[in-house]
């Protein structure tokens, strides 16, 4: 073969060698760029859908917390009760006898449920208010009796973190001007009362308990609310007091009558002198009110979960 057609063959081959192994380095990066493509793809994806479950559990978690107190006040049922008295009756049972003496249920189309007496008072619950209304009007009921529908207590909010240096009238009024600005002092103050405060001792923030109307705590809750520098969290109160003395739950020590019992078994001593911490803890509410005794932590014990439901149908809500 001639020498010159040689040398540009082989310059030939090398020159192809060349664009070949340069075409697949490059193929090599578009399928390395593709694959690194795919992983950023499928890394983003699996964030997004982190992040979608989070959420996701953090909305289901907050529902569950605004939860089963705040569903029980929105679900809750008004009980539709009468208190009687009468100044010819002395006891409660005297007024019934009384009563069912001058009312007719059934020719006055009244629908009563229940009736039971205290010390002086006659309880009627009614399956309505209308029928309540019934009972109030009639004209011999009015004349001889007294009628009363049941009082219910403001509900109760807790104010967390509020800065401990403050004082209690500055947080008044800063929550009133940076709040509700559209309400005078006089009438934000007959709706806002501060009751207590409460949390750790010796820490920069507290939490202050407050009593309000109605219309103010819907407010309060749904929002932050703004005092000073600071937005704090609010929620509704409800708690039952507990007894350090008798160890009974809805009383505290300070009004107890009963004796001082142990906070483990509920035998007339003082923990420490307790010879059956060995043994499981006997629910003490249960115990006191003859029910089964439960094994549950207190706030799903039933007698804890009772008095908090009687707690809710106590409170004025509003509508």
């Known amino acids: ?6 040398l540009n063959r082989t310059g030939k081959d090398g020159l192809k060698a060349r664009v070949t192994a340069i075409a697949m380095n490059m193929a090599n990066l578009e399928g390395q760029n593709k694959i690194l493509r795919e992983v950023e793809r499928l890394r983003n994806e699996s964030q997004t859908k982190e992040r979608m479950s989070y959420a996701r559990v953090t909305a289901q978690l907050a529902m569950a917390t605004k939860s089963e107190q705040e569903r029980k006040i929105e679900m809750r049922k008004e009980e539709n009760t009468l208190f009687i008295t009468s100044d010819k009756a002395t006891t409660g049972r005297k007024v019934q006898e009384e009563l069912t003496k001058v009312l007719n249920p059934r020719t006055e189309k009244i629908r009563i449920n229940r009736m039971k007496t205290t010390g002086k008072a ?3 619950e009614a399956a309505s208010k209308e029928d309540l209304e019934k009972i109030k009007n009639n004209a011999i009921v009015k004349r001889n009796f007294k009628c009363e529908l049941p009082k219910k207590r403001k509900p109760l909010v ?3 973190d509020v800065s401990s240096s403050a004082k209690e009238e500055d947080i008044i009024e800063d929550i009133r001007a940076q709040n509700f600005e559209h309400m005078s002092k006089e009438e934000f103050e007959d709706s806002f009362k501060i009751r ?3 949390g750790p001792r010796g820490k920069s923030t507290v939490h202050y308990v407050a009593e309000v109307s109605p219309e103010l705590r819907k407010t309060i809750i749904k929002d932050r609310i703004y005092i000073g520098f600071n937005a704090i969290n609010a929620r509704d109160y409800i708690v039952v007091p ?3 003395k008798c160890q009974d739950i809805g009383h505290v020590a ?6 001082t019992a142990c906070s483990h078994c509920g035998g007339a001593h003082e923990k420490k002198e307790c010879d059956k911490t060995g043994q499981p803890k006997t629910c003490i509410p249960c115990k006191a009110r003859g029910k089964a005794e439960c094994k549950k932590e207190h706030k799903d014990c039933p007698t804890h979960k009772m008095l908090i439901d009687r707690l809710i149908l106590k409170t004025d809500w509003g509508k």
């Not at 300070?254 to 004796?259: G, I, L, M, Q, V």
């Open 1 to 6: 073969m001639d020498p010159t057609n040689r």
């Open 122 to 124: 006659l309880i009627i």
């Open 158 to 160: 807790i104010l967390y």
């Open 196 to 198: 207590f405060k409460t």
């Open 242 to 244: 507990k007894c350090l």
């Open 254 to 259: 300070k009004h107890c009558t009963k004796e």
